[in-house]
């Protein structure tokens, strides 16, 4: 079916998208080519010496994106098996079928950095409820003002925001699987284990790799759990790229140096996502 | 063997559920606290472990004068930016889908699936690298601060949602009910109006609820692009949270600008029993 109003139904949103897209994308490469800062605004050219000086001269910048991809890869790996172990378990017979499924789909629905608020005070360190239990033990871990434990924390917070989109993806999955292959090993005699390992995670896999990616895509976005949680600190030491460069762009205002970052960032992030993509297509259809 | 994998099961699902909970729990108890019974270290139950007071909940409707936090005006502001936002990604997401799944384009190597990938690959793009130049562009259109201007940046958001979501619900309507339709002397408009769009409602409402949930979520731009003008709800909480924090009227806040949203898990829950998710998420 063809016809020449095609376009009709297309265009509207494409160039609404574009339109509003356009301006940002081409200015910020323009951008990034220039000095533009707080002393100095304006669009000189400099031609690639922002570059230069992201190559050569900041090591904070590939820090903080070691620190993102470290956080990224550890929540949404733990996303994972959390959210398939819990789809597994409510998509089968329970008690109280529908009060979980409901359940476990809330955190996803509050908003990520006022939760984080939240958390923060749950974590305090001499004033929220985590260090008044830690402290029947006699320690007082320092949830956010340590360097190891400031990790520790956002990664929590993370799991605790995302693994409820992890489950709703796996679980809508495992709710559209045919029957029959699951009929067909009963009668082979498989037990609940092999069943899971033979019939039910190979045709997960699909569906795993996409819910996967898209975690890993919104991962790497990570930004508002940090700021609230810990603005990067101690020190840099829980700073992600997006923070990184938030911080370049948006309180230092080096607007040209900042876009710089940005397109080196997204350039790496859509190589590296198609990559992963790749390789976890292979693994999980080979297994 | 088997009541070792029930107990396993619901040992599992019971701690889980108590996580989930329990910063719920904290801040339902905290929103009932004063100055004392915060900064004398951590206390739960109200009566046994402090005296509760409603003052964390009258601050909400008190105006900003007599030292009350206004979040009435940030709250329907951010009802108004996320449903407009949702309801415009919705419309332009379904034309585009349904075209980017019924026909086929072609414009050198560009193909339906290069054009379904631009829409869905905006996501990938960091805030970060759109915030600067939308700051920029907003501030030259006079859109800084203003409600049109965060309807805008929020459609670029919402938009690949509708579209992935869409695309793959229209892949699943059989052509057989356009073309039935087409041979009953509809024109092309007509079949999709009056046939498609009515069979594509699980479709639209699936995308609708997933729209307003990354909407209405959304810190990043409202905290970018707006300053005193306007202000949505998460910027208004999070503004809270500056050196004295009043620990108590922010929990209030935090649990109010979360109802809402919890009532969509219970009907995204029906959804997913239904199976209607499982055509739409995939």
Redesign the interface.
């Known amino acids: ?3 020449k ?3 009709l ?2 265009l ?3 160039l ?2 574009l339109g ?2 356009i ?3 081409g ?2 490469v323009r ?1 990034s080519l220039s000095s533009w800062d707080s002393f100095f605004p304006g669009l000189d050219f400099i031609g690639l010496e922002n570059y230069t000086r992201l190559f050569t001269d900041d090591p904070r910048f590939w820090e903080s994106f070691q620190r993102l991809s470290f956080l990224s890869v550890t929540t949404v790996f733990l996303q994972y098996t ?1 959210g398939f ?2 789809a597994h ?2 998509w089968k017979e ?2 109280f079928q ?1 009060f ?16 984080t ?6 974590f305090h360190e ?4 985590v ?2 239990f830690f402290s029947l033990f006699g320690v007082t871990p320092l949830w956010l003002s340590s360097e190891a434990l400031s990790k520790v924390t956002v990664i929590i917070v993370e799991v ?1 925001q995302w693994t409820p989109f992890m489950f ?2 796996l ?3 495992l ?2 699987l045919p029957k029959e292959p699951f009929l067909a090993a009963s009668i082979d005699g498989a037990g ?1 284990i092999r069943k899971f390992v033979y019939v039910t995670f190979p045709l997960m896999a699909p ?1 795993s790799i ?1 819910a996967i990616i898209i975690r890993l ?2 991962a ?2 990570i ?2 759990t940090v700021y ?1 949680l810990t603005s990067g600190g101690p020190g840099t030491s829980s700073e992600t ?2 923070f990184y ?2 911080i370049k ?2 309180r230092e205002f080096q ?1 040209g140096y ?2 710089a970052l ?2 080196t ?2 350039i790496i ?2 190589i590296s ?1 198609t990559i992963i993509a790749k390789m976890l297509v292979k693994l999980m259809i080979r297994s | 063997m088997r009541i070792f994998y029930v107990t396993l099961k619901y040992t599992a699902v019971t701690l889980w559920s108590m996580f989930i909970i329990a910063p719920f729990l904290w801040a339902l108890s905290t929103s009932f606290k004063d100055f004392n019974s915060v900064t004398g270290g951590a206390t739960y139950i109200p009566w046994v472990d402090f005296e509760p007071t409603l003052e964390g909940w009258r601050v909400l409707l008190r105006s900003p004068a007599q030292g009350g936090v206004n979040i009435v005006e940030p709250y329907l502001n951010s009802i108004f930016v996320t449903c407009m936002a949702s309801f415009v990604s919705i419309v332009l997401g379904t034309l585009a889908a349904y075209a980017l799944s019924r026909f086929t384009f072609k414009a050198g190597f560009i193909k339906n699936d290069d054009i379904t990938f631009f829409f869905i690959s905006q996501r990938i793009m960091p805030p970060v690298v759109l915030a600067i130049p939308f700051f920029i562009m907003l501030g030259k259109l006079g859109l800084l601060d203003t409600l049109l201007g965060l309807v805008m940046v929020y459609v670029v958001l919402l938009m690949p949602i509708a579209v992935w979501i869409m695309v793959d619900f229209f892949n699943k309507v059989p052509i057989e009910i356009d073309e039935t339709a087409l041979i009953d002397g509809c024109n092309p408009y007509q079949a999709f109006f009056k046939v498609v769009l009515p069979n594509s409602i699980p479709g639209m409402v699936v995308a609708g609820l997933f729209c307003m949930i990354f909407g209405w979520t959304d810190f990043f731009f409202a905290f970018i692009l707006t300053f005193t003008e306007v202000q949505l709800l998460p910027v208004a909480i999070v503004s809270l949270n500056s050196s004295i924090t009043p620990w108590w009227s922010l929990s209030a806040a935090a649990l109010v600008s979360v109802a809402p949203l919890v009532v969509v898990a219970f009907i995204v829950e029906r959804y997913l029993s239904k199976g209607n998710l499982s055509g739409a998420l995939k």
């Open positions: 079916m063809n016809f109003h095609k376009y139904f297309l509207p949103g494409l609404v998208l509003i897209l301006f940002p994308i200015f910020t951008l959390i172990a819990l378990i409510v329970i008690l529908r979980f499924r409901v359940l476990f789909l809330i955190p996803m629905m509050t908003t990520p950095v006022i939760m608020v939240i958390w923060k005070t749950v001499s004033l929220g409820p260090n008044d605790w709703l993806l679980l809508a999955g709710l559209s609940p569906i996409g895509i919104e790497s976005k930004m508002d609230v790229s997006s460069i938030f762009g948006l607007f900042s876009a940005s397109l960032y997204l992030m859509i996502l």
